[in-house]
């Protein structure tokens, strides 16, 4: 089962940093997750949230401030935004990513391919994993022919129509994640990945337990995203 770090290694680093790429990878994740937005000057930046309160006590979103703003943000725990193109030299490297897009408006697309294009030579470019939101992404990455495509699927019921638009992986979460549900996707061809915790489980979204992850190997996913990338190696053994 390979494990994929939920915004890095983040049970023990700031999510969406070098240091929690690094960590993960060095750990044993097969990839990253990074979250992708747009700064005010239209420049891809790693960032979860829609508003910057959480990680930086500020009520702005991520869309209102330029890049050199959002780059001198700090806290207490070592969080802070950094570009999109610092996460994309490790799929140029030769290592998986996964992007969650989060801002899937047409400048938004563009311009994250544009840094795709710019950052990762052709022959690594299917390493990144374009993680879609909505049919009309998955069309735009699908249309490309280039980055491998994940449909964060709003519904259960959805993933179909997103394997029929272009996406080749699922991510279900783990709350609609059964052995039935991923047999059936997996006969239409598809690699299906589950993101731990969440509504209806006793986690968070990204956390787990070994007991837990056990469970979700039972359901025959080919994959996990996870917070704690040490539990996941220990528990699933090494990615591949």
């Given at each position: 089962m390979k494990i994929i770090a939920h915004r890095g290694y983040s049970a023990?680093?700031?999510e969406n940093t070098p240091e929690g790429w690094a960590?993960?990878?060095a750990n044993g994740a097969f990839a990253i997750e990074a979250d992708v937005r747009l700064s005010r000057d239209g420049v891809c930046i790693c960032a979860h949230d829609s508003d910057l309160n959480r990680l930086f006590g500020r009520p702005e979103r991520p869309e209102d401030l330029s890049l050199h703003e959002l780059l001198a943000l700090r806290n207490d725990t070592g969080g802070r935004i950094v570009a999109l193109v610092e996460v994309l030299q490790h799929a140029a490297e030769g290592r998986a990513v996964l992007l969650?897009?989060?801002?899937?408006?047409?400048?938004?697309?563009?311009a994250i391919w544009q840094n795709i294009r710019n950052a990762v030579p052709a022959a690594q470019r299917p390493l990144v994993i374009a993680g879609c939101h909505t049919l009309e992404a998955v069309q735009f990455f699908y249309t490309k022919g280039e980055t491998g495509i994940l449909g964060f699927i709003p519904a259960a019921e959805q993933a179909?129509?997103?394997?029929?638009?272009?996406?080749?992986?699922?991510?279900?979460?783990?709350?609609?994640?059964?052995?039935?549900?991923v047999g059936r996707l997996q006969g239409l061809g598809a690699e299906v990945w589950i993101t731990s915790g969440g509504t209806g489980t006793p986690?968070?979204?990204?956390?787990?337990?070994?007991e837990n992850l056990a469970r979700l190997r039972a359901t025959g996913a080919e994959g996990v995203l996870v917070d704690d990338v040490s539990l996941a190696k220990s528990t699933l053994g090494a990615s591949s």
């Amino acid at each position: 089962m390979k494990i994929i770090a939920h915004r890095g290694y983040s049970a023990s680093y700031p999510e969406n940093t070098p240091e929690g790429w690094a960590a993960a990878y060095a750990n044993g994740a097969f990839a990253i997750e990074a979250d992708v937005r747009l700064s005010r000057d239209g420049v891809c930046i790693c960032a979860h949230d829609s508003d910057l309160n959480r990680l930086f006590g500020r009520p702005e979103r991520p869309e209102d401030l330029s890049l050199h703003e959002l780059l001198a943000l700090r806290n207490d725990t070592g969080g802070r935004i950094v570009a999109l193109v610092e996460v994309l030299q490790h799929a140029a490297e030769g290592r998986a990513v996964l992007l969650d897009i989060k801002d899937e408006t047409p400048p938004a697309l563009e311009a994250i391919w544009q840094n795709i294009r710019n950052a990762v030579p052709a022959a690594q470019r299917p390493l990144v994993i374009a993680g879609c939101h909505t049919l009309e992404a998955v069309q735009f990455f699908y249309t490309k022919g280039e980055t491998g495509i994940l449909g964060f699927i709003p519904a259960a019921e959805q993933a179909e129509a997103f394997l029929a638009a272009g996406a080749s992986r699922i991510r279900f979460w783990e709350r609609d994640a059964s052995a039935e549900c991923v047999g059936r996707l997996q006969g239409l061809g598809a690699e299906v990945w589950i993101t731990s915790g969440g509504t209806g489980t006793p986690f968070r979204g990204g956390e787990t337990s070994a007991e837990n992850l056990a469970r979700l190997r039972a359901t025959g996913a080919e994959g996990v995203l996870v917070d704690d990338v040490s539990l996941a190696k220990s528990t699933l053994g090494a990615s591949s």
